[in-house]
């Protein structure tokens, strides 16, 4: 193990917020490895890349000897984390919540050393307490604490409903600390309020409180809205290796510089020393090579090179049959795959990144010709061909 002023610079590094550091300085004065608690709810089945903001973290402090206990939310998922939400969100089924959390640790230990990680459910103490129980843990908050946060805040002002197993969420997350005896929780700042009530409650319950360590919420590839599947402006760390690269050449230069910051250890004097297109080539490199191989990322990059660099077209586009003669092109969009609802190819069509052959189509109800086979492609990396068969 390291020595504690080498450790503290290690979870410092790209941190938010360390509550209280004077506090981890005590505990790593034991020099007794520490529990490190990190919890996620299984509420979509993949991750992405603002996700391995947290997990990079975790796996520095896995490095330097402390035991990283992996959390897995499938009672609290068939809750509901109203953390951002706007309104109350709907539970997830138990066989959702199974579903997911198998994805979950298929993804996750592309980054964690799964051997060096403990896996636990909270559903196997939560499902065990009794009325009372909940009832004494909810007598340790007020509403008016509840209150604080500002989703519920918002919505309070707003008039929009709180339900009142939403104001359960931080104590049922809090009681996962005590349970576990957590010396240090690990989060988005998002999570902030939700990992501060653990420290109250481990109080309460006579325990040593936790320490918070919060870290930054990764921008999507817009650069503007935090990293979101519902948004579209997310790279999954399963999305095969092109999409990868790919996504990550598309990012402005001053986000390139946040996602090196955020998810490597580069220093960021080489990366401004460097030319923009080869320090993203570089990020974009090292980000497939993390989640799949040092081959796969040199293929990746000989593709796009091909597909972008010299006007080539990729190799083996898919092929996609209709059994109309003349489609309308934002429904060829849709239909082919190329985009989720007509709404969004109507976008797609109107920011001009729909292409016919290599023509820029403007007119969301103009008729493309199937009879004959064209390539359709969709910004620069979707790719099919269309027919008529």
């Given at each position: 193990?390291?020595?504690?002023?080498?450790?503290?610079?290690?979870?410092?590094?790209?941190?938010?917020?360390?509550?209280?550091?004077?506090?981890?300085?005590?505990?790593?004065?034991?020099?007794?490895?520490?529990?490190?608690?990190?919890?996620?709810?299984?509420?979509?089945?993949?991750?992405?890349?603002?996700?391995?903001?947290?997990?990079?973290?975790?796996?520095?402090?896995?490095?330097?000897?402390?035991?990283?206990?992996?959390?897995?939310?499938?009672?609290?998922?068939?809750?509901?984390?109203?953390?951002?939400?706007?309104?109350?969100?709907?539970?997830?089924?138990?066989?959702?919540?199974?579903?997911?959390?198998?994805?979950?640790?298929?993804?996750?230990?592309?980054?964690?050393?799964?051997?060096?990680?403990?896996?636990?459910?909270?559903?196997?103490?939560?499902?065990?307490?009794?009325?009372?129980?909940?009832?004494?843990?909810?007598?340790?908050?007020?509403?008016?604490?509840?209150?604080?946060?500002?989703?519920?805040?918002?919505?309070?002002?707003?008039?929009?409903?709180?339900?009142?197993?939403?104001?359960?969420?931080?104590?049922?997350?809090?009681?996962?600390?005590?349970?576990?005896?957590?010396?240090?929780?690990?989060?988005?700042?998002?999570?902030k309020f939700n990992m501060l009530v653990g420290r109250e409650l481990q109080r309460e319950f006579k325990e040593e409180p936790q320490v918070i360590v919060t870290l930054p919420l990764l921008e999507g590839t817009d650069g503007v809205q935090k990293m979101s599947k519902s948004l579209n402006n997310y790279i999954g760390i399963t999305e095969p290796p092109s999409e990868i690269y790919g996504k990550t050449m598309s990012i402005s230069d001053?986000?390139?510089?946040?996602?090196?910051?955020?998810?490597?250890?580069?220093?960021?004097?080489?990366?401004?020393?460097?030319?923009?297109?080869?320090?993203?080539?570089?990020?974009?490199?090292?980000?497939?090579?993390?989640?799949?191989?040092?081959?796969?990322?040199?293929?990746?990059?000989?593709?796009?090179?091909?597909?972008?660099?010299?006007?080539?077209?990729?190799?083996?586009?898919?092929?996609?049959?209709?059994?109309?003669?003349?489609?309308?092109?934002?429904?060829?969009?849709?239909?082919?795959?190329?985009?989720?609802?007509?709404?969004?190819?109507?976008?797609?069509?109107?920011?001009?990144?729909?292409?016919?052959?290599?023509?820029?189509?403007?007119?969301?109800?103009?008729?493309?010709?199937?009879?004959?086979?064209?390539?359709?492609?969709?910004?620069?990396?979707?790719?099919?061909?269309?027919?008529?068969?």
């Amino acid at each position: 193990m390291k020595d504690i002023k080498a450790q503290l610079d290690i979870i410092k590094r790209s941190c938010v917020e360390l509550i209280p550091e004077d506090e981890l300085t005590e505990k790593l004065k034991r020099g007794k490895p520490l529990k490190v608690k990190w919890g996620a709810d299984p509420s979509a089945p993949d991750i992405h890349l603002g996700h391995t903001v947290v997990l990079n973290k975790l796996r520095e402090l896995q490095n330097l000897g402390h035991e990283i206990i992996f959390l897995i939310g499938d009672f609290t998922a068939m809750i509901g984390d109203p953390t951002g939400k706007s309104e109350t969100r709907k539970p997830l089924s138990k066989a959702e919540v199974k579903k997911n959390s198998k994805t979950y640790q298929d993804q996750v230990f592309k980054i964690l050393d799964k051997k060096r990680t403990k896996v636990v459910y909270n559903s196997h103490w939560l499902s065990k307490l009794k009325i009372g129980d909940v009832i004494n843990l909810a007598g340790k908050y007020t509403v008016a604490r509840m209150l604080e946060r500002d989703d519920f805040m918002n919505r309070f002002e707003k008039e929009r409903p709180i339900s009142i197993h939403e104001f359960l969420y931080p104590l049922i997350q809090g009681y996962d600390s005590v349970h576990l005896k957590a010396d240090i929780e690990v989060g988005g700042t998002d999570q902030k309020f939700n990992m501060l009530v653990g420290r109250e409650l481990q109080r309460e319950f006579k325990e040593e409180p936790q320490v918070i360590v919060t870290l930054p919420l990764l921008e999507g590839t817009d650069g503007v809205q935090k990293m979101s599947k519902s948004l579209n402006n997310y790279i999954g760390i399963t999305e095969p290796p092109s999409e990868i690269y790919g996504k990550t050449m598309s990012i402005s230069d001053d986000l390139m510089l946040r996602y090196y910051q955020l998810l490597t250890a580069v220093p960021l004097h080489e990366v401004k020393a460097m030319h923009p297109k080869e320090a993203k080539a570089r990020l974009a490199r090292i980000l497939v090579a993390r989640f799949y191989s040092e081959d796969k990322a040199q293929a990746a990059e000989a593709a796009f090179e091909s597909v972008f660099a010299k006007g080539n077209l990729p190799e083996n586009i898919k092929l996609v049959t209709f059994k109309e003669k003349k489609m309308a092109i934002a429904k060829l969009v849709v239909d082919s795959g190329l985009a989720s609802s007509t709404s969004e190819a109507r976008r797609l069509i109107k920011q001009g990144g729909v292409r016919v052959n290599d023509k820029a189509i403007s007119d969301e109800k103009e008729m493309i010709d199937l009879s004959t086979e064209k390539v359709l492609n969709v910004g620069k990396r979707k790719f099919v061909r269309v027919i008529c068969a």
